[in-house]
């Protein structure tokens, strides 16, 4: 069955919630506040400079998201488009939907003249960086560090 990508709007807002709440939980065994991340999903509704959200339908139903997020390089004169709260739903998975929703952000980024696409993985998810580097992702050689501000799960 055809994928079919589209932004997201504020009505999808629950299943965008829904699907990162899922995503923390697999991927990092965290279970987020969901007034926090639906106050936080709205956000990017609220400013499009924080980002967008595409959606992925497949035979009429929702199928898998991502938010896109912007990093300004003063290197490269231009933005890193940013791949965030990637999730595809459980029986959606293994049937291209993210590879759907990574064209249509390399067609955008490209088309917005973004200067290239990045993301970040857990290091230990071995079939999701599979999927990257099939993409044409590669490794970057830095180590990412944190100081985080508010209490997180």
């Known amino acids: 069955m055809p994928i079919s990508i589209r932004t997201a709007t504020p009505d999808d807002i629950p299943f965008l919630?829904?699907?990162n709440a899922a995503m923390a939980l697999e991927t990092e065994y965290k279970t987020l506040d969901r007034e926090v991340l639906t106050r936080g999903t709205h956000a990017v509704f609220d400013d499009p400079?924080?980002?967008?959200y595409l959606v992925a339908e497949?035979?009429?139903k929702l199928?898998?998201?991502l938010l896109i997020t912007y990093e300004w390089s003063d290197w490269r004169c231009?933005?890193?488009w940013w791949f965030q709260s990637v999730y595809v739903t459980l029986e959606s998975r293994r049937g291209g939907v993210f590879r759907a929703l990574?064209?249509?952000?390399?067609?955008?980024?490209r088309a917005a003249g973004a200067v290239g696409l990045r993301l970040y993985v857990e290091r230990d998810n071995a079939r999701a960086q599979q999927t990257y580097v099939s993409l044409g992702m590669e490794e970057e050689p830095y180590k990412m560090l944190r100081r985080g501000f508010i209490d997180f799960v």
């Open 17 to 19: 919630v829904d699907c």
């Open 58 to 60: 497949r035979d009429g």
């Open 102 to 109: 990574y064209a249509e952000v390399e067609r955008r980024a």
């Open 49 to 52: 400079r924080r980002g967008f």
């Open 63 to 65: 199928a898998g998201c």
């Open 78 to 80: 231009g933005d890193w």
